[in-house]
Nanobody
Framework: QVQLVESGGGLVQAGGSLRLSCAASEGASSRYVVGWFRQAAGKEREFVAGIRWSTGSTYYADSVKGRFTISRDNAKNTVYLQMNSLKPEDAAVYYC?????????????????WGQGTQVTVSS
């Protein structure tokens, strides 16, 4: 059983930056895949970015390419989402999710473990 804890959300002005963290409860197995999703009020949960822990390969939704960066820290068992040039439409609850094995999935059903979410608010 993997437990994930997100942190780093908050209120930021448009154009600003935030870094989200996703800390895993157990050792960072090289076979894990971690994804970041977001869900705005009244909308479906959508894929933002994903990373394969073993290779460091990263994947992004088109809407965040060039602005967001996903990375991992093996020593800290933590995955980060650096968000730059934030827009009001980026406002949502951000969730990290994990699955054991396989590749990055861009659908919520592809993940077994979820964090509690962290709120990101972007003012215009």
């Amino acid at each position: 059983q993997v437990q994930l804890v997100e942190s780093g959300g908050g209120l930021v002005q448009a154009g600003g930056s935030l870094r989200l963290s996703c800390a895993a409860s157990e050792g960072a197995s090289s076979r894990y895949v971690v994804g970041w999703f977001r869900q705005a009020a009244g909308k479906e949960r959508e894929f933002v970015a994903g990373i394969r822990w073993s290779t460091g390969s990263t994947y992004y939704a088109d809407s965040v390419k060039g602005r967001f960066t996903i990375s991992r820290d093996n020593a800290k068992n933590t995955v980060y989402l650096q968000m730059n040039s934030l827009k009001p439409e980026d406002a949502a609850v951000y969730y990290c999710a994990a699955r054991y094995g396989g590749g990055v999935s861009n659908t919520p059903a592809g993940y077994n473990y979820w964090g509690q979410g962290t709120q990101v608010t972007v003012s215009s």
